[in-house]
């Protein structure tokens, strides 16, 4: 699900929920079979035990939806879905973004008087950053205790101390659920043309252990924008999407010009160019 300006994000949130908790479920059709006796689609039931839904790897959640790290609330918009996908045990797919709305928002800042928007560029950036290296740092720990459950070890295999602190360094999430940060069932969607987040995520799979193939964590670009990026991401073993916009001019121009500046170098104002080197 697309993001929206602000006035409309909560909506948006709302229904994200209703749909991911209804498709973004794999039920173990053996288990429910054998010992429920009932069809896969059973309806949730707080009494029903975890052994009902399976945690594959490989499984492909239905519903994504974007979360803006522009926005002063897109932070913890992701930290309440995070923890109410972790209540109802449902995967939460995520698409991060930086956003696109700025002029838009800048406006309404104005008339309302309310702080909408991260200051400053800086801000942004950081405010990206620290999520996505935060959601991986979850994916980390989780995958940690599998492999730990099959293997008789908690640790994470082949990190070091350092990269196991930073993978349990995720204060940013679920505060005060930190016994249940296991069962936090997340799939990723790095929606970025920045090359310094795509290095950060990269270097942070490194550092976690998370394979490069890891179906949890995919990359996306728009066709056109940052291809470079794309290529080199490909060429190197991570999964990767392309966005390939269609549709009626007037419509899909000022969507394109939006993504143009949304991704501009300020302080060069050019398109930034770079390859990724892993």
Avoid at 163 to 185: K, M, Q, W, Y
Avoid at 199 to 208: G, H, I, P, S, W
Wanted: hydrophobic share 35%; charged share 25%; glycine share 6%.
């Amino acid at each position: 699900m697309d993001a929206e300006q602000s006035d409309a994000q909560r909506a948006v949130n709302f229904f994200s929920r209703i749909l991911s908790e209804k498709y973004n479920r794999e039920y173990n059709s053996e288990y429910c079979s054998t010992q429920l006796r009932q069809p896969i689609s059973i309806t949730y039931d707080e009494g029903i035990g975890s052994e009902v839904f399976q945690d594959n790897d490989d499984y492909k959640p239905l519903i994504y939806n974007t979360y803006q790290m522009y926005l002063v609330k897109g932070q913890s918009y992701l930290q309440e879905d995070i923890e109410h996908s972790r209540r109802q045990r449902y995967r939460l797919g995520i698409k991060l973004v930086r956003g696109a709305y700025i002029r838009s928002e800048r406006q309404r800042e104005e008339s309302t008087g309310n702080t909408i928007l991260h200051g400053s560029k800086l801000e942004v950036d950081q405010a990206y950053n620290n999520v996505l290296s935060s959601i991986l740092g979850l994916m980390a720990k989780r995958r940690s205790s599998k492999i730990g459950a099959i293997e008789g070890t908690s640790m994470y295999v082949g990190a070091s101390d350092k990269d196991r602190n930073r993978a349990i360094t995720h204060s940013l999430f679920c505060p005060g659920h930190s016994g249940h940060d296991n069962e936090v069932n997340l799939s990723l969607l790095i929606a970025t043309h920045n090359a310094q987040s795509v290095l950060t995520a990269v270097d942070c799979m490194k550092e976690l252990s998370l394979p490069r193939d890891f179906p949890r964590v995919e990359f996306a670009q728009i066709y056109g924008m940052a291809d470079q990026i794309t290529y080199s991401l490909s060429n190197q073993g991570f999964n990767v999407y392309k966005l390939v916009p269609f549709g009626p001019f007037e419509q899909l121009f000022p969507w394109l010009l939006r993504r143009l500046e949304e991704n501009q170098v300020r302080s060069s104002g050019r398109l930034l160019v770079v390859d990724v080197r892993v």
